[in-house]
């Protein structure tokens, strides 16, 4: 059975950095597309961030371009969001994913795997 588990997230102010991670057990993450999405009060759940199965191509959302880094760790069977110079407008529950099939490109990804929602509040 696959699980995926996500965690970090918090408070902070604004301008500051938190780091998401998302461990998955019965899944090699080594050979699984990922992404982050998130949903702010309100408002439907958007696209954050991708990376595709190798780990060698990243994607973001333009709101968080240059602030926003993914990652995997192959060997921790785990990805992360290090997340800097975050903004109000950055408040929301943050849900990472994996692709439903191996070897995705990151790109156009159907999303098999859901982990459950972190959040992350940005006070200004």
């Known amino acids: 059975q696959v699980r995926v588990v996500g965690s970090g997230g918090g408070l902070v102010q604004t301008g500051g950095s938190l780091r998401l991670s998302c461990a998955a057990s019965?899944?090699?993450?080594?050979?699984?597309?990922m992404g982050w999405f998130r949903q702010a009060p309100g408002k439907e759940r958007e696209f954050v961030a991708a990376i595709n199965w190798s780990g060698g191509s990243t994607y973001y959302a333009d709101s968080v371009k240059g602030r926003f880094t993914i990652s995997k760790d192959n060997a921790k069977n785990t990805m992360t969001l290090q997340m800097n110079s975050l903004r109000f407008e950055d408040t929301a529950i943050y849900y990472c994913a994996a692709d439903q099939s191996p070897y995705g490109s990151g790109r156009n990804t159907k999303y098999g795997y859901w982990g459950q929602g972190i959040q992350v509040t940005v006070s200004s």
């Open positions: 019965g899944l090699t993450l080594s050979s699984y597309a």
